[in-house]
Every structure is written in C-alpha cells, then in structure tokens.
C-alpha cells in the first residue's frame, strides 16, 4: 500500500510538473498532454516502471475524482476539518491529491466571503531607529521593521487587515518624502522578513542543521525558549502576517521548515520532521534506543534531560531527571518521553502563529493544503537563479570556467525545472534557496573533478563545504542525465 501511495504521488507530481510547463491549469490537461520523456523517466522512476495502460487509467482517476470534488466543493462546512469522521475532515484527508488549482479557487471563494471593506492602516517607520534595533537587538520588540510594524498593526480590530486593497497598508518612512504606491509597503514586508531571519529578534533561530549537519540546513525553527507572553504575541503577529500574504499575494521572503507548515495545516509532525531540522539529535537517541545489554556503560553516561533546539543541554524530560541515569531498564521509557518533547517541542510557539493566521484567514480551509503548498502560497517559488549562482562558483585545476564540462554544467542546470534546481542545492548544500545576495555567500559553490571520469560514474558532493565532484563525462547529454539521476535518488 505505502508504495501504491507513492506511485500516486508521483502522477500527482507529475500533472502538476507538465501542467506548469505548458502554463495551463492542471484541471485542464488532455489525455495526450501527459507522457513520460526521458527526462520525465529519471525524476520519476516509479512512474517509469509502469506500463502506459495503467498509467492512463490513474491519471483518468485523478481527474474524475477532481471534476466530482468540485461539484461538492461548496457544501462543506470547513469548521469541522478537524473533526474526525466529518465530511470535510474526509475531504481534507483527500489533500494530496486535489489539484492545486481546485484549492486556490475554493481558498478564493472562502477569503472572498471574509474580506473587510474596511480602508487599509496608516503606520510611519522609523528606519533610523530600525538600523541602530540590527546592532543592538529588539528583545521588547519596539524598535526594528518588525517591531514597529507589531505594536502598530497587531493590536487593532483584525478585519481592518483583512481588508481588499491591493497594499493592506500604508507606510510613510519618518523624515522622508513620498507617497505609498506599493513600493513602500513592500519594502517594510522585506525589512520585516530580514529582522525574522536574524539576530535583530529571537523569535527564530537558525535550526540545528545549520551547523553542517542533514537537510534543510538553511531553515530558521521557531525558538522554544521564546514563550513569554509579548513573544508569543509576536508569533500570532507572525501567522497574522501570513494571513496577509494569502489574502493579497505579497510573499514573505522567509525559510521555515516543513514542521511549521504541517502544524499549520493539521497535519501530524512526525520523527521524520524533527530529524529534517536536527539530525545529530536523532543519531543521539537511536544510540540508546538500539544499544544491548552489553552497552550499560554507554547508556550510564546519559540522563533523563534533553538538549533543546535552542542549545539548551539540560531540559528535564520529568521531575529530578538530571539526576536519573538512563538503564537498560528504563531506556524504553526515556526514548518516548525524548520523543515526546521533541514533537511537541514548539507547539507553543506553533499554537500562536496559528491562532493569528486564524484572524486573518479561515484556518480550516488550509487542511485542503499540503504542507509545501501552503508554503507555496504564503511564500512563493524560492526561485534559484543559475546565473547567480554560476556567477558565485569556483573551480579547481583542470576545471576553469571555460573548461568544456563546466560549459555542459552550466547547460544543463539551464535545463532543470526550479524543483529540480531544488533537488540540485539539497544535493551540493543541504539546503533549497540561494542567499539574498552575494553579500551572504558564506562559501562559493566549488566543482571538482572526480577520480572516476567515466559515462558510468555519478557525481558526488559534499554538503559540508557546498562542493560537486563532477566527472568528465563524454557529451553534454550524458551530464545532464546524470546529474538528474544523482539528484532524484
């Protein structure tokens, strides 16, 4: 079954691929639309082992099950989505197989109905004050774009920011001429984005990957330590936010990991999601939950505390536990309890983003979302530029720049789709967005050539150090495909 579901996940992926390509809407691809290339082939080896038959037959499936959601679509009620066993709670389990035009157009009609004729907010910035916040910090959140933007926006009546103007507020920068025409309100979404993606506040933090380690190692997780009460007013400033960006299409520059929009959606976070922001973790704890009775002395050199996200080495997991060691008695009992904290281990912080997202836009209606749709519409495409990136790249001897299989690299990064350029930064970097700007490059991308140059070889990388080992493959054709292949499995 579980493989059945990927196969199905697949062909979803693979509409959605094709649909996007030919610039129509999924709901709109005919029969002869959807076939697989050999392009398609390497990025979706499961689709590939099926016969054409079978894969038709699915794809009819899928677009009738599409055309009779909706038909129905206008009579749930999506205030019982979390209730288990209701029909829109039954709908929502359908989610990863709805096509994502399907849910834009039923999101649209739900905000329609929501929408405020209230006039958009007046607010003035002082960036003067919001410069001298960056060097020293905003800990009372009062002094930087974001803190501004809180204490003049978050405390008043939500509809107003639920209004349906093109810009859902107005912004004059202190001691500067000019009118708001849109540029202004985007600048301070910006300057909010930079503030929640530095040390300006302590809301988020760089997730424990970021040291090197596993995936998503560009990824800020919310701080666990920050549950004061003004900092979880913040956070539900935060979902507010969010709530704007789907109501008027402003995105917000911001790389949040997959756990924080899975919460957003009610969709359950699961070790897989912990393991995505702090791997070294889970290799601690798998440890203890696979060590023997031969292993005592290793189990002994732990207690019942846990290191949080935030560094924190010494967070009892129950009362006294930094002073109980773990046994091969009781080791069972430390591991779920490690669990337990660490999948709950924002949901405080979770809750409040949540809760402000509420005020602004109906939640229950996000449960037709995935997780990385959702981040789709409140972010956009973290679209990855080759040019930019081909502009930070360097190269070792006898890889130059005009070196022929440098020249096949570059042509076929200019051939991916953004999801595979995704796929690509994962595979060289661990992470799924380049920097802001060259300004932030810690390290250039560097390419190497490998011991092994022949057709048969793979590349490699090492995302430690943002280095592809790049065989000297024959032909520019043969690059391409095996860069895809490396990238996709």
Known sequence: MQSQSKEWSSLYELIHDIAQTKKIEMDQLAEGDISLDSKLKDKFPLLAKMDKKMLNKRIKSLREL???????????????????GSFSHSISSLRPFIFYNTKIKELAKVLASTASRLAPPSL???????????????????????GQLFRALHF???????NTSEYTWRVHYQDEEGMDAGGLYRDSIYNVCSDLHSNTLSLFIPCPNSSGVGENQNKWIPNP?????LELSMFAFVGKLMGVAIRNRQMLNLDLPPLLWKYLVNDPI????????????????????????????????YTFTVKSADGNDG????????????????????????????????????????????????????????????ELVVCGKADINVQYLKANSVYEHPYTADHQQI????KSLEHFSQKELENFLCFVWGRSRLPLDSEKWTQKFKVTSCASSSDQALPS??????HLELPNYASQKTTEAKLRYAINN
């Not at 393991?275 to 002994?300: G, K, M, T, W, Y």
């Not at 536990?321 to 405080?348: A, C, I, M, R, Y």
């Open 270 to 301: 699961t070790i897989q999601d912990i393991i995505d922001v702090d791997a070294l973790a889970f290799n601690h704890i798998q440890v203890i939950e696979n060590s023997s009775s031969e292993d005592e002395d290793v189990l002994e050199s």
């Open 66 to 84: 599409n055309a009779s959601l909706t038909e129905i679509m206008s009579m749930v009620d999506y205030k019982q989505a979390e209730i288990p």
């Open 315 to 374: 967070v009892e997991l129950l009362p006294g536990g930094k002073n109980l060691k773990v046994t091969k008695q009781n080791k069972d009992e430390f591991v779920q309890l490690w669990k337990t904290f660490k999948l709950t281990e924002f949901d405080s912080q979770l809750s409040s983003i949540r809760n402000g997202l509420s005020a602004i836009v109906p939640v229950q209606v996000l449960s037709l979302f995935t997780a990385e749709e959702l």
């Open 461 to 466: 990388s090492h995302t430690c150090f943002f």
């Open 124 to 146: 003035n910035l002082d960036r003067l004050k919001a410069t001298k916040a960056k060097e020293k910090g905003d800990p009372s959140g009062s002094k930087s774009y974001f």
């Open 156 to 162: 008043i009546p939500p509809e107003q920011l639920r």
């Open 407 to 410: 020249k096949w690299l570059w």
């Open 225 to 229: 330590a920050a549950k004061s009460t």
